[in-house]
């Protein structure tokens, strides 16, 4: 069975870079099939894609993120990761990492972590 | 970016009832949609994709419909675990984005 799981501070200094890692077990990164995402909750809202990354490194960001957002893959430890710099209140949100899913209409979110909070806050 | 509106916002039923949530996107995605359920403190669980294909393991219960701009999702018999959140997310272009959530209360 497929498990995803996010580490990484819960909590991150206004202006300073929030790095978060997901290790995929139960399954290899670097499948052929599959991508792997990052998506966030704000506390109370709504879902918000980040980014996507392929094992070979090529990446697919949300253009309203993408100034401040690096993705990367570590195939010899099963992870990718997520990095977003310069963050402010409004980063303030739960990570989830996923497996993405992108071959033609079948293109989705199938396999998720369980979140992890980052705060920004001084 | 595409736009997805989802109504209600939230919604009340009782166990057994059936129940349609509609997704609207602001252009056409043909049948680019899928459909997640979330449980409060839980990370999205996926049910649908392809507007109308069953998620192994999802119950028959769930059903979706739609094309082009206007989607639904209908749950025919309400079961007590059915409470929760539900999302619907278009991928026919980047930026992957989603409704707001309608959530569904019991009555």
């Known amino acids: 069975q497929l498990q995803l799981q996010e580490s990484g501070p819960g909590l991150v200094k206004p202006s300073e870079t929030l790095s978060l890692t997901c290790t995929v077990s139960g399954g290899a990164i670097s499948s052929s099939s599959y991508y792997w995402g990052w998506i966030r909750q704000p506390p109370g809202k709504g879902l918000e894609w980040i980014g996507t990354i392929y094992y070979s490194g090529s990446t697919y960001c949300n253009p309203s993120l993408k100034s401040r957002v690096t993705i990367s893959v570590d195939t010899s430890e099963n992870q990718f990761s997520l990095k977003v710099s310069s963050v402010t209140a409004a980063d303030t949100a739960v990570y989830y990492c996923?497996?993405?899913?992108?071959?033609?209409?079948?293109?989705?979110?199938?396999?998720w972590g369980q979140g992890t909070l980052v705060t920004v806050s001084s | 970016d595409i736009q997805m509106t989802q109504s209600p916002s939230s919604l009340s039923a009782s166990a057994g009832d059936r129940v349609t949530i509609t997704c609207r996107a602001s252009?056409?995605?043909?049948?680019?949609l899928n459909w997640y359920q979330q449980k409060p403190g839980k990370a999205p669980k996926f049910l649908i994709y392809a507007a109308s294909s069953l998620q192994s393991g999802v119950p028959s219960r769930f059903s979706g419909s739609g094309s082009g701009t206007d989607f639904t999702l209908t749950i025919s018999s309400l079961q007590p675990e059915d409470f929760a959140t539900y999302y619907c997310?278009?991928?026919?272009?980047?930026?992957?984005?989603f409704g707001q959530g309608t959530k569904l209360e019991i009555k």
């Open positions: 996923a497996r993405h899913s992108r071959t033609g209409v079948e293109n989705y979110f199938d396999y």
């Open positions: 997310q278009q991928s026919y272009s980047t930026p992957a984005t």
């Open positions: 252009q056409s995605i043909s049948n680019y």
